[in-house]
């Protein structure tokens, strides 16, 4: 099953500008509609008939006006009967249209004094407002007063929505969120990332590590100690199944002892010798099991290796008992030393055990070359079969077996496996030039 992947940042981003934009459009809803009511009590009249009576005016060469309405203006004329207006610029040309009332003929010049007024009874019962309203126009400053046209409407509040300083408001909200919440959020999630690597520091090496509380939102707290909790329940699991391995070996190996101690005493046969091959089968196990055990409760004993000197003294150790099976055994290193921090014998037991798995594996007078690299790789290659791409991460597995063959239990590959887990490094498994199994262990090196 897929899961569906969100970033927090987009989600709170998106959600801040929503509620918002949502937030501003309620306010000018709420606000229109008592400015409605009030603008309907003191002008009555839709000034934006102004605008449409100032495009609809040119001016003639003598300075003087003409009227040619546009389309929105034609439409008041033609909606409205009773509508009516004059025009007049700071030179007392005059523009008419319709009934104008008798007061303001009288002296229509004295608009020029007035920059903006509501009339809310004109004396007219069909239209009784007017209004009086300025513009600045390319043609210089008029002044306009009109009445019995459209009155104010709910067209006001799409007004508000396009008005500029509504856009403009909203343009910088978004962008103060997109510019402030990514951060804010960032910083707020600092704790989370600390425990994201600590998180990826826990290993069978070092289980004892536990995910901090620093600097974590508090919503997230119940999750991390519920993590840590798990963390604590798991090491105690491990931990009984540890003892149980290694008390299970070490009552093991006395039996084990005194099977093969009467074993020797037995006439020489060819079933003493497979009984012998299967005690000495059970006593590698076993001691196998208590080296997984000796090195989990003592991971911190590291000390400073020459890796050099451990590879070279494995390959020396077992090169009477390769050359008495048929084998040859090749070992290649630098002259200096290879510093890394570690456990002389658990490494010395992973080396030997990769070259004793290509005795037992590599068949007959197979050629093993062991190879210490400068930066911290130890590389254990044969001239053998080899091993299956396939099945390269299953040899690593406890107690896996891939040939029927007598000796081993399965144990050695994965002791070197959890040996250089615990040593910080990596093994792999590939082709060797010469065809066979190359093992390849790389270790950190000492920073210098």
Same mark, same amino acid.
Request: zero cysteines; hydrophobic letters at 40%.
């Given at each position: 099953m897929k899961h569906r992947v969100f970033s927090l940042r987009r989600v709170l981003s998106k959600g801040l500008i929503t509620i918002q934009v949502v937030v501003l459009v309620g306010f000018v809803l709420l606000a229109a509609v008592p400015f409605l009511l009030a603008m309907s009590a003191q002008q009555g009249l839709d000034e934006g008939v102004v605008d449409d009576v100032v495009r609809s005016v040119q001016r003639m060469d003598d300075d003087s006006f003409t009227l040619r309405p546009v389309s929105d203006l034609q439409k008041v004329i033609d909606g409205y009967p009773d509508f009516w207006f004059i025009l007049? #610029?700071?030179?007392? +040309?005059?523009?008419?249209?319709? +009934?104008?009332?008798?007061?303001v003929n009288l002296f229509p010049q004295n608009l020029v004094h007035v920059?903006?007024? +509501?009339?809310?009874?004109?004396? #007219?019962?069909?239209?009784?407002?007017?209004?009086?309203?300025?513009? +600045?126009?390319?043609?210089?400053?008029?002044?306009v007063m009109?009445?019995?046209g459209p009155a104010v409407g709910y067209g006001v509040i799409g007004k508000?929505?396009?008005?500029?300083?509504?856009l403009g408001l909203i343009v910088l909200l978004s962008t103060a969120t997109l510019l402030t919440i990514p951060p804010l959020i960032r910083r707020s999630l600092l704790g989370v990332e600390q425990v994201a690597r600590d998180a990826e520091q826990i290993d069978i090496g070092q289980s004892d590590v536990r995910l901090s509380y620093d600097r974590v939102p508090a919503e997230l707290i119940p999750l991390v100690?519920?993590?840590?909790?798990?963390? #604590?329940?798991?090491?105690?699991?491990?931990?009984r199944q540890r003892r149980f391995l290694a008390d299970a070996a070490h009552e093991l190996r006395t039996p084990i002892a005194i099977l093969q101690t009467r074993l020797e005493s037995l006439p020489d046969s060819p079933e003493k010798r497979q009984l012998q091959r299967d005690s000495a089968r059970l006593g590698g196990m076993a001691n196998e099991l208590l080296d997984l055990h000796r090195l989990a409760l003592s991971p911190d004993s590291f000390e400073t290796v020459d890796l050099v000197d451990v590879a070279e003294h494995v390959t020396a150790d077992l090169a009477p008992l390769a050359i008495d099976a048929g084998c040859d055994i090749e070992f290649v290193a630098p002259?200096?030393?290879?510093?890394?921090?570690? #456990?002389?014998s658990a490494l010395s037991r992973a080396i030997a055990n990769l070259v004793?798995?290509?005795?037992?594996?590599?068949?007959?007078?197979?050629?093993i070359r062991v190879e210490v690299n400068p930066g911290g790789r130890v590389c254990v290659s044969d001239n053998g079969p080899g091993v299956d791409p396939d099945h390269r991460e299953e040899i690593f597995w406890p107690f896996h077996r891939l040939s029927q063959s007598p000796n081993g239990a399965g144990l050695g590959l994965s002791l070197v496996y959890d040996i250089i887990k615990r040593h910080g490094g990596k093994v792999s498994v590939?082709?060797?030039?010469?065809?066979?199994?190359?093992f390849e262990i790389s270790l950190p090196l000492i920073k210098a």
């Open positions: 007049v #610029d700071a030179a007392g +040309n005059i523009v008419k249209r319709g +009934n104008v009332p008798a007061p920059s903006s007024a +509501n009339f809310s009874d004109f004396g #007219d019962s069909k239209s009784p407002f007017a209004i009086v309203r300025t513009r +600045n126009t390319s043609i210089g400053r008029l002044w009109t009445g019995g508000a929505f396009g008005n500029p300083m509504f100690r519920a993590f840590n909790e798990a963390l #604590d329940r798991l090491d105690s699991g491990i931990a002259e200096t030393p290879i510093h890394i921090k570690g #456990d002389a004793l798995n290509a005795m037992s594996h590599g068949g007959p007078s197979v050629s590939a082709t060797a030039p010469q065809g066979g199994a190359l």
